[in-house]
């Protein structure tokens, strides 16, 4: 059983700073892409940011310079750092991991519970 566990969401006023987690547990042979994203109401989900098992990143033109995603793959964790948050970044954000439980299975892909993020003063 694999879980992708996000934390570190809360409320934060504009122009503020927040860092989320992600951890995936359980029975993971290798997790190849790890990822961002995230859904305000009445929108559809949204690319935020990836990052590859090599470290290659990619951002949404929205939040470029502003997020960082890093990794450590040691600890199967992924982070969201994020900075000068604006209201437009209010959104459940959720975390992605393309994995394989074996070497024999072709990757899969898991997704987050999700966690808040909220901007407002």
């Known amino acids: 059983q694999v879980q992708l566990v996000e934390s570190g969401g809360g409320l934060v006023q504009p122009g503020g700073s927040l860092t989320l987690s992600c951890l995936a547990s359980?029975?993971?042979?290798?997790?190849?892409?790890m990822g961002w994203y995230r859904q305000a109401p009445g929108n559809q989900r949204e690319l935020v940011a990836t990052?590859?098992?090599?470290?290659?990143?990619n951002y949404a033109n929205s939040v470029k310079r502003r997020f960082t995603i890093s990794r450590d793959n040691a600890k199967n964790t992924v982070y969201l750092q994020m900075i000068n948050l604006t209201p437009e970044d209010t959104a459940v954000y959720y975390c992605?991991?393309?994995?394989?439980?074996?070497?024999?299975?072709?990757?899969?892909?898991?997704w987050g519970q999700g966690t808040q993020v909220t901007v407002s003063s």
């Open positions: 992605n991991a393309d994995l394989r439980v074996d070497r024999l299975r072709s990757p899969r892909n898991y």
């Open positions: 359980g029975n993971i042979f290798s997790i190849n892409t």
């Open positions: 990052i590859t098992l090599a470290g290659i990143t």
